[in-house]
């Protein structure tokens, strides 16, 4: 019997876990270490700050259906890897394996800029859009200028334009917007880049909607300084702000930093082939936000990533399922598919307006690629969650 260990159970090592135990059955058995027992779906954070959600209506325990599925569940910390022992190290003992998938999701670098950490606030966690949430409470009784945006390096643009367009569409209905500038900052060279070189069109419908909404916008600007009641960004302006809302960078997490084996890049990320197999150590892959993407083009003035969403994390979990499958069975072919090829599916919340993103690659050169504003209702995004949520919760890893 092979036995692979899947290090991280959100997106992505979720579809892998449950794929490989799908299809390799019996032979195989899948073991899955993770430090949180709940299944999070992430996309849906940005509307718990506004009461639209709460935390409990987008997570569920995902043991159970694990070991519904046959796959066994350790709920415990990964603290490093020997690749030649072949032995995970976690709070709670060892675990050996003949196949490893690292699937490990991000470490968020707070301190890119002094004052971030201290004085804005992040949406990307549970515990963030809790605090979100509360500070909110605060800012109605006493509005003043707001900053939305991602900071230097930072690569999740995306859910930050989507918290932008929320929180304009909740002052509106909070009767308070009239009393709010409210900036959008972001490392971009041109609204709408998105990591991915933008989509045809899509740099003319944000400066629309900037204008239509009223918000101020700075591109190709990074954070210099947060403080209590202003941000100053990397041209010297300082920007006044009574609530500040930052996407900071991604790191690899410490598991992957703590073991020196795997040749990290400098950012914690993993050297992998268009198979997701770990350059150099044939029995460790990688899928989701644990991969090293290589970037087709060159950033502006400041530096920023590309975005590692819900999507890829899911196809390269599917990836990795099926070629460690293929390696069991003794075959030589393995499937291929560059991140840059994964088609690009995304719905980007507007405040109860979306707009749906599709592509048939991730980054340039593309054959077909549109943007198609929805300014009624959100019902895609909310038909997604729901799709997704089913499907994860009955562990369907199979379906699209």
């Not at 899948?30 to 209506?57: A, C, N, Q, T, Y």
């Not at 390096?153 to 002052?171: D, H």
């Not at 990688?286 to 590309?306: E, N």
């Not at 707009?355 to 300014?375: E, G, H, T, Y």
């Amino acid at each position: 019997m092979t036995t692979t260990v899947v290090v991280g159970g959100n997106f992505a090592g979720m579809t892998a876990a449950l794929e490989i135990k799908r299809k390799g059955k019996e032979d195989h058995r899948v073991i899955m270490i993770d430090k949180s027992p709940l299944f999070l779906f992430i996309p849906s954070l940005i509307w718990v700050p506004f009461g639209r959600r709460e935390v409990k209506d987008i997570s569920f325990r995902k043991d159970k259906i694990l070991e519904k599925k046959g796959v066994e569940y350790r709920h415990a910390e990964a603290l490093r890897v020997d690749p030649d022992k072949q032995l995970v190290f976690t709070t709670k003992g060892e675990v050996s394996y003949d196949h490893l998938v690292i699937a490990t999701g991000p470490k968020v670098k707070y301190d890119v800029a002094p004052g971030i950490k201290e004085h804005a606030y992040y949406v990307g966690t549970p515990n963030g859009a809790m605090r979100i949430r509360k500070k909110l409470e605060e800012f109605r009784k006493n509005p003043g200028p707001i900053v939305i945006g991602a900071t230097q390096n930072a690569g999740c643009m995306g859910a930050a334009y989507e918290f932008l367009f929320n929180i304009e569409k909740w002052l509106r209905e909070q009767k308070i917007r009239k009393k709010v500038d409210l900036y959008w900052i972001t490392p971009e060279t041109f609204l709408g880049h998105f990591g991915i070189d933008g989509i045809t069109g899509g740099e003319t419908m944000l400066k629309s909607f900037m204008k239509m909404f009223h918000i101020h916008y700075r591109t190709e600007v990074g954070v210099k300084e947060v403080m209590e009641d202003k941000v100053i960004l990397t041209s010297g302006e300082a920007l006044p702000s009574s609530f500040t809302m930052l996407m900071p960078p991604f790191l690899g997490v410490d598991f992957v930093t703590n073991s020196g084996q795997l040749g990290a890049t400098s950012t914690g990320y993993l050297p992998v082939g268009e198979d997701y197999r770990h350059m150099e150590i044939p029995n460790v892959w990688a899928a989701g936000i644990a991969v090293d993407v290589k970037l087709p083009f060159t950033p502006g003035k400041v530096p920023f990533s590309g975005p590692k969403t819900g999507y890829p994390s899911d196809e390269t979990g599917k990836i990795v399922a099926e070629n460690i499958i293929r390696v069991t069975k003794g075959k030589d072919k393995l499937k291929k598919k560059a991140w840059g090829r994964i088609p690009g599916i995304c719905v980007m919340d507007a405040g109860k307006k979306e707009v749906i993103i599709i592509s048939d690659r991730l980054f340039k050169p593309r054959n077909f690629a549109i943007m198609i504003p929805n300014v009624f209702y959100d019902f895609s995004k909310v038909l997604f969650e729901k799709y997704f949520l089913w499907k994860t919760r009955n562990g369907y890893s199979q379906l699209p």
